[in-house]
Every structure is written in C-alpha cells, then in structure tokens.
C-alpha cells in the first residue's frame, strides 16, 4: 500500500541523506582536525591538505605518563567494572520484581526511577568531602560507585522488560524432561535471559564510558582521570599552541568503541533504551 | 500496580496454596519475600548509598560555614547560605539561563524528533543504515559532542565561518547570544536521537487500521497526525518529555568545554560546580545543590501532576 514510486524513492533517499549528514558531519569533522597539521588546522577544509598521525602518536608518547595512555585505560577499566557490577546487581533485583511476589515492588521501581532523574551536581560536594575523608577520592572505587548508582535504574527497567517476556515454565519443562535443576538453569534460561542481559550490559558501558561531572570532581590526577577529563585538561605544546589536534584525536579514539557498538548491536540498543519506557 | 498482580508463570504451586491453607500459604510466601528482599537489597543499598545519603549530607552543610580553604571558621550559620544564594543576582541568572537552554532545545528536539519517528517508521529501505546513524549522536560522549561542535565553529578551527553567508570571522564564542546558540544545538543534536527512537516505539504501538479507516472517511495526511497520531502518542511524548526536560535541566559537560560559563552562559550545575569544587566553598555549593534538587522535584512534579505524566513502573500489565 505504501507509495513506492520513483518520486518516492526520491523522497526517502533525499531524507536518508539529510539524516546521514545530520549523524556523520560533526564525527568527520572530528577525524578531519585529528589528521591535519598544526598548520592547516584552521583552513576549513573537510579533506586534509597535509595528513599527519602526529596527533595521535603524540597522545601516547612516554607510555605511562603520556597524555592519553593512563586516561584511556582507566576509562576501559571503570567502565567495565562497573558494567559488570551494575548487570550482576540489577539481574538479582529485575528477577525478584519479575518472578517473585512481594509487597514494595513498585516501590523500588518508582525509586529508581526518580535516581535516574537525580541531579549529579547535587550530590557531588557531599560526595567529594566523603571521598576526602575515606580515601576513595581520585581512586577508581571512587568513580565505580557513582556510576553503579546512576546506572542501576537503567539495568534495573532494561531487565524487568526482558526478564517479563521470558516463558519461565520452560525451566520446569526441561526438568520433567530429566534435566537437573542446574542444566535446566544454564540450558533453558541462561540463552533466553542473555540478549537482555547483554542490553543491560552496552547501555551501563556508554553510561560509565560517558561521564564527566563525576570524572572531573572526584579525580585530580591521572591515577583514576578517565578520557572526557582527561580531554578537558589537555594541554598545547607550548603555551601558544592550543592543543586542537590532539584533543580531535582523542576524541575520535573514545568515539571507536561506541561506532563499534551501534554497528554491531543497534538492534539491542534500541530495544533496550525504548523496553522500560513504552512497555512500562 | 504490580504488587496486585498475580505472579507469573512458573509458580502455579504458589498461587494454589494461597487459595487453599492459610497456615501453608503464610510460610511460603514468607520465603518467597525473603528471598525477594534479599536479591534486591544490594541494588537498593548502592542506590541510597549516593543519592539520599548524600542529598542529607548536602542539606547539614548548607546551614554551616564550610570553606576548604579556611577550615578554622566552620559553623552553624542557620540559613544565611540560601539567603547569600537566593539574593545574588548570579544565581537568577543561571537559573533563567538553564530554563532557557532547557525550553528551546527541548521544544526543538520534540519537533525534530518526532519528523525523524515518522521518518523512521515508514522509511521504505535502508532502515538499519538510519537506525544506525541516528544511534551515533546518542552513544557519543558529551564531552566529546561539544568539543566537536565547538571545533566546527571556532575561528581557529571550524568550517562553519567558511560557509557561504555566514561572516568569515565571525567569534561564535564571544558573544552570549551566539554561545547559547551553539550550546543549545549542540544539546538538541545529541538528544533528538534519543526522542526520536522512544517516540518511534511509541508510533509501532498504533492500530495501522485507524489509518486505514480514516483515510477511507477521507482524512488528510495532515489530519491523520493531528487526529490519530498525537492523541495515542501522548503518553510516550509526556514520558520523552519528562526524560528530556530533566536531563537538559542538569546541563554542564556542553558549557563547561564550550564557554566554561564565560558571556553569561553559566547554568545552575556549572554555579554549583565552582563553588563546591574550584572554590572548595561546601557551604555555600551545597546551598546551591539543594536548591537544584528541589527545582528538580518541582518539575517532576508539575509533569507528574499537572500533565499526568503516567511513570513507567505504574503502567506494568
């Protein structure tokens, strides 16, 4: 029924486009500046005239206290002890409220909830003079538990709307079948259970992996910086060089990961981020 | 609500039982509620851990004096740090200039996100490539985005001054008006993204056959959307709007690479940002924290109350 025409065609290709040119321009602007020379860094030129690598190789020079090394490994760090946290967590959590029947359920939905809309500025002074007084200020505990907070309810909403749509009398099915209670667990639920729980897992990473307010109050050295800090600080080579190239290269190289994981799981991505809202 | 609702499958023994003994039912229902308590005890703990603790923390600091850099005169100073904030001209100003940002980029982003829902929903090809695409604003770091968009528009880097009919030299970042401008696109790019794909599950949900009927009876386009479209789409774009109007509210990361609050561009968070942490004034900062927090309940609040915003977790089957 829909109009398929090549005027059509002209149309949806027309619109493919504008949106292609919305998404891409600013990232290829992005890769462009991190390829040109000091030089040519301010002609307006899309394509470079000089390509150069130096801004990234730069970023790296003097291992352990080059710019960028410690930053980025920090960052990969954090993140993913807080992925896997915040998922282990929430899925003990997202199973009670889907499975079992107990009174303050909605309770605990309706708490999370109102953590996900929670201002982090607020909470950052207190924390920061917390962090001060136990030790974890400029540690990578210091940054996870923020990040566990902030991304439970996400997890949390993300699960609930998996785990509801998962037929659990198939665990009982495969233990009339002669399963064990454990072959009927990781046989039958496990592979049902994993794409939500994967959903979980990509939506806290970007979370954690995207953090600034956190990362620039309750750090102050390379020790637990994490990338956007990191980039916020960087300096020019001398003080007259404004440190654009390096800044664009970094930027591209924290972008990488999140390109990878839109290509690869834009599906799940887009499942999980509409599951909590629509389906309720 | 989901306490009513009967449990899932997968218990049918429990449900019998509770028909059936009392005296039965009480145990195993005991269990079930101590092992439910039990699995989600450590969410709920790490969850307060850095909200309510904090949020308490942050209110005893507000009525001291507490300056990191002079430690020898704390104390209990009543309610003259919400007084100093409240009668300082910075403050309204930050607040009007964070309602701001928060008004136009979340009016855009609806409008924009909504042409980019139904651009989606009835793309006829290549509708991976498009989620795809979308899907990159979204992921990307924030940090990230604004430097981006300031790199595209500062002098000494960007191309936009090279386009045609826009002034060669133009400093986007010198002036408050075009700062903002640049701030608030910046906002709406990464975002529309995220309304968009949230107002797109929303459009799956509606009957294709209303269309149908409506366009026998001789609806136009136009009032297919304004009659069919808007109406069952509301609770997703109050739902989307409430997300938003929140989110864009705490705006920091966008000012503080772009401006760092120069021209008049500070926002409430960037205020609370330099107070607590570059002048280690806790006192005065945590003023402005609770101050923020509470203009943060008060708009959930009228979302939830005046336009009957349903949450989520109340909607549950």
Same mark, same amino acid.
């Given at each position: 029924?829909?109009?398929?025409?090549?005027?059509?065609?002209?149309?949806?290709?027309?619109?493919?486009?504008?949106?292609?040119?919305?998404?891409?321009?600013?990232?290829?602007?992005?890769?462009?500046?991190?390829?040109?020379?000091?030089?040519?860094?301010?002609? /307006?030129?899309?394509?470079?005239?000089?390509?150069?690598?130096?801004?990234?190789?730069?970023?790296?020079?003097?291992?352990?206290?080059?710019?960028?090394?410690?930053?980025?490994?920090?960052?990969?760090?954090?993140?993913?002890?807080?992925?896997?946290?915040?998922?282990?967590?929430?899925?003990?959590?997202?199973?009670?409220?889907?499975?079992?029947?107990?009174?303050?359920?909605?309770?605990?939905?309706?708490?999370?909830?109102?953590?996900?809309?929670?201002?982090?500025?607020?909470?950052?002074?207190?924390?920061?003079?917390?962090?001060?007084?136990? /030790?974890?200020?400029?540690?990578?505990?210091?940054?996870?538990?923020?990040?566990?907070?902030?991304?439970?309810?996400?997890?949390?909403?993300?699960?609930?709307?998996?785990?509801?749509?998962?037929?659990?009398?198939?665990?009982?099915?495969?233990?009339?079948?002669?399963?064990?209670?454990?072959?009927?667990?990781?046989?039958?639920?496990?592979?049902?259970?994993?794409?939500?729980?994967? !959903?979980?897992?990509?939506?806290?990473?970007?979370?954690?992996?995207?953090?600034?307010?956190?990362?620039? !109050?309750?750090?102050?050295?390379?020790?637990?910086?994490?990338?956007?800090?990191?980039?916020?600080?960087?300096?020019?080579?001398?003080?007259?060089?404004?440190?654009?190239?390096?800044?664009?290269?970094?930027?591209?190289?924290?972008?990488?990961?999140?390109?990878?994981?839109?290509?690869?799981?834009?599906?799940?991505?887009?499942? /999980?981020?509409?599951? /909590?809202?629509?389906?309720? | 609500?989901?306490?009513?609702?009967?449990?899932?499958?997968?218990?049918?023994?429990?449900?019998?039982?509770?028909?059936?003994?009392?005296?039965?039912?009480?145990?195993?229902?005991?269990?079930?509620?101590?092992?439910?308590?039990?699995?989600?005890?450590?969410?709920?703990? =790490?969850?307060?851990?850095?909200?309510?603790?904090?949020?308490?923390?942050?209110?005893?600091?507000?009525?001291?004096?507490?300056?990191?850099?002079?430690?020898?005169?704390?104390?209990?100073?009543?309610?003259?740090?919400?007084?100093?904030?409240?009668?300082?001209?910075?403050?309204?100003?930050? =607040?009007?200039?964070?309602?701001?940002?928060? =008004?136009?980029?979340?009016?855009?982003?609806?409008?924009?996100?909504?042409?980019?829902?139904?651009?989606?929903?009835?793309?006829?090809?290549?509708?991976?490539?498009?989620?795809?695409?979308?899907?990159?604003?979204?992921?990307?770091?924030?940090?990230?985005?604004?430097?981006?968009?300031?790199?595209?528009?500062?002098?000494?880097?960007?191309?936009?001054?090279?386009?045609?009919?826009?002034?060669?030299?133009?400093?986007?970042?010198?002036?408050?008006?075009?700062?903002?401008?640049?701030?608030?696109?910046?906002?709406?790019?990464?975002? =529309?993204?995220?309304?968009?794909?949230?107002?797109?599950?929303?459009?799956?949900?509606?009957?294709?056959?209303?269309?149908?009927?409506?366009?026998?009876?001789?609806?136009?386009?136009?009032?297919?959307?304004?009659?069919?479209?808007?109406?069952?789409?509301?609770?997703?774009?109050?739902?989307?709007?409430?997300?938003?109007?929140?989110?864009?509210?705490?705006?920091?990361?966008?000012?503080?690479?772009?401006?760092?609050?120069?021209?008049?561009?500070?926002?409430?968070?960037?205020?609370?940002?330099?107070?607590?942490?570059?002048?280690?004034?806790?006192?005065?900062?945590?003023?402005?924290?609770?101050?923020?927090?509470?203009?943060?309940?008060?708009?959930?609040?009228?979302?939830?109350?005046?336009?009957?915003?349903?949450?989520?977790?109340?909607?549950?089957?």
């Amino acid at each position: 029924m829909q109009d398929t025409s090549p005027r059509a065609k002209g149309g949806w290709t027309l619109a493919l486009v504008l949106i292609l040119c919305y998404a891409l321009i600013p990232v290829i602007w992005l890769v462009s500046l991190s390829l040109k020379t000091p030089a040519t860094v301010s002609d /307006g030129s899309f394509i470079p005239k000089a390509f150069t690598l130096d801004n990234y190789s730069t970023l790296f020079q003097g291992g352990f206290d080059s710019p960028l090394l410690r930053p980025l490994i920090n960052s990969v760090s954090i993140a993913l002890i807080a992925t896997v946290i915040a998922v282990t967590l929430a899925s003990f959590t997202a199973y009670a409220i889907a499975r079992l029947t107990f009174p303050g359920k909605t309770v605990i939905l309706a708490g999370a909830l109102a953590i996900a809309m929670f201002p982090p500025i607020s909470v950052v002074g207190p924390l920061y003079d917390m962090w001060r007084a136990i /030790g974890l200020y400029d540690t990578y505990p210091g940054l996870i538990i923020p990040y566990l907070t902030f991304a439970l309810p996400l997890a949390i909403y993300t699960l609930v709307a998996f785990f509801r749509e998962i037929p659990w009398e198939l665990e009982q099915a495969a233990q009339v079948d002669g399963a064990t209670p454990w072959q009927a667990f990781t046989r039958v639920i496990m592979p049902l259970a994993a794409p939500g729980v994967f !959903t979980a897992a990509i939506l806290v990473f970007i979370f954690a992996w995207n953090d600034f307010v956190f990362a620039i !109050t309750l750090t102050s050295s390379d020790r637990s910086r994490t990338v956007p800090a990191a980039m916020a600080f960087f300096q020019g080579e001398s003080q007259f060089t404004a440190p654009t190239g390096n800044i664009a290269a970094a930027a591209v190289l924290v972008t990488i990961p999140i390109i990878v994981f839109v290509l690869i799981f834009q599906r799940r991505i887009v499942a /999980g981020l509409t599951a /909590g809202a629509v389906k309720g | 609500m989901s306490t009513a609702a009967p449990t899932q499958v997968g218990q049918p023994a429990t449900a019998r039982r509770r028909r059936g003994g009392p005296a039965q039912t009480s145990d195993r229902t005991k269990a079930e509620r101590n092992l439910a308590y039990k699995l989600c005890a450590p969410a709920v703990i =790490v969850m307060l851990l850095v909200t309510v603790y904090p949020i308490i923390y942050a209110v005893v600091l507000s009525v001291q004096k507490v300056d990191l850099r002079f430690p020898d005169e704390s104390g209990f100073v009543g309610l003259s740090n919400y007084v100093s904030v409240l009668s300082s001209p910075l403050w309204w100003q930050d =607040v009007f200039n964070t309602t701001l940002v928060t =008004v136009i980029s979340v009016a855009v982003e609806l409008v924009l996100g909504m042409a980019l829902a139904l651009v989606m929903h009835r793309a006829l090809f290549a509708r991976g490539l498009i989620r795809t695409s979308v899907l990159i604003p979204y992921g990307i770091v924030t940090v990230v985005a604004a430097f981006a968009w300031f790199f595209a528009f500062d002098p000494s880097s960007g191309f936009v001054d090279h386009l045609p009919l826009i002034p060669d030299d133009k400093a986007w970042f010198g002036s408050r008006g075009s700062a903002f401008s640049v701030i608030i696109l910046t906002e709406i790019w990464k975002t =529309v993204p995220f309304i968009a794909l949230l107002l797109l599950a929303g459009l799956a949900t509606i009957d294709e056959g209303l269309y149908e009927a409506a366009r026998v009876d001789g609806a136009t386009a136009w009032q297919r959307f304004w009659r069919i479209t808007l109406p069952l789409l509301k609770p997703a774009i109050l739902v989307a709007l409430l997300f938003r109007t929140l989110d864009a509210f705490r705006v920091f990361d966008s000012i503080f690479v772009m401006t760092r609050g120069s021209q008049d561009t500070e926002s409430v968070s960037i205020l609370g940002y330099n107070q607590l942490i570059s002048r280690l004034n806790l006192g005065l900062g945590s003023a402005v924290s609770v101050l923020i927090f509470i203009l943060v309940l008060l708009i959930a609040f009228v979302f939830v109350r005046g336009f009957g915003t349903s949450i989520p977790s109340q909607g549950e089957k």
